[in-house]
């Protein structure tokens, strides 16, 4: 996207969790925009998510979601044409063998 000029935000998330549930609401994150969701990424969709937005000052609010418990935060971001604000989130999980989950959303933000 970079390469192309492309101004925008992916979002990821790195979920362990299998898609198979009893539940609807598996963990899930996602990036908002004017109160639109876009990007949401999930155990039954777990690729990276793109967003595209033009060029200037966006206020984004990212969000993760789990069955007992979610977070939200709100930042603003002034992107430049071909830049892309890399967001990947590290959510609250149940316990796998994979190892253990962290205690509270972790989100990494970057412009590159």
């Keep these: 996207m970079r390469r192309a000029g492309r101004t925008g935000v992916v979002v990821h998330a790195l979920i ?3 898609s198979q549930g009893v539940t609807f ?3 899930s994150v996602w990036v908002s925009r004017d109160r639109d969701t876009t990007g949401r990424v999930s155990a039954h969709s777990r690729r990276p998510k793109w967003l595209e937005l033009p060029p200037g000052r966006h206020s984004l609010g990212f ?3 789990r069955i007992t418990s ?3 935060f709100e930042r603003s971001f002034a992107l430049e044409r071909g830049q892309i604000l890399v967001a990947i989130c590290f959510p ?3 316990w796998t063998i994979f190892g253990k989950s962290p205690s ?3 989100w990494y ?3 590159v």
């Design 70 to 72: 979610s977070s939200d």
């Design 109 to 111: 933000l970057g412009v």
């Design 63 to 65: 969000h993760a979601a």
């Design 16 to 18: 362990r969790t299998p």
């Design 92 to 94: 609250i999980q149940p």
């Design 104 to 106: 509270t959303d972790r």
């Design 25 to 27: 609401k598996q963990t």
